[in-house]
């Protein structure tokens, strides 16, 4: 059974940061990417932050500049450095994983069960 874990939500004002944390129960091999996903009431799930087992990383517009996505393979720990955070960041933050399934790269999508990060002005 594959279980993603998110913590490090929480409430906080304006401009401060704060760092989400994914653990895994496999390793972060074992997925051929990782994403941050945020979901904020009465809107549609959003990519936020990808990085593929190859090391490439994507982010949102609205991440650019001001997230920073990184793993460490050694804790099997997905991260998301927020900074500069604004009232739109407030959401529900979701961790996202593409574990490989056969020899031929076949994927499945693994969702954690989401953050809450409350931003106030």
């Known amino acids: 059974q594959v279980q993603l874990v998110e913590s490090g939500g929480g409430l906080v004002q304006a401009g401060g940061s704060l760092r989400l944390s994914c653990a895994t129960t496999?390793?972060?091999?074992?997925?051929?990417?990782m994403a941050w996903y945020r979901q904020a009431p009465e809107k549609q799930r959003e990519l936020v932050a990808s990085?593929?087992?190859?090391?490439?990383?994507n982010y949102s517009d609205s991440a650019k500049g001001r997230f920073t996505i990184s793993r460490d393979n050694s804790k099997n720990t997905l991260y998301l450095q927020m900074d500069s955070l604004k009232p739109e960041d407030t959401a529900v933050y979701y961790c996202?994983?593409?574990?490989?399934?056969?020899?031929?790269?076949?994927?499945?999508?693994?969702w954690g069960q989401g953050t809450l990060v409350t931003i106030s002005s």
């Open positions: 996202n994983a593409r574990l490989v399934v056969n020899v031929q790269g076949s994927t499945v999508a693994v």
């Open positions: 496999r390793r972060v091999d074992d997925f051929s990417a």
């Open positions: 990085i593929t087992n190859a090391g490439v990383i």
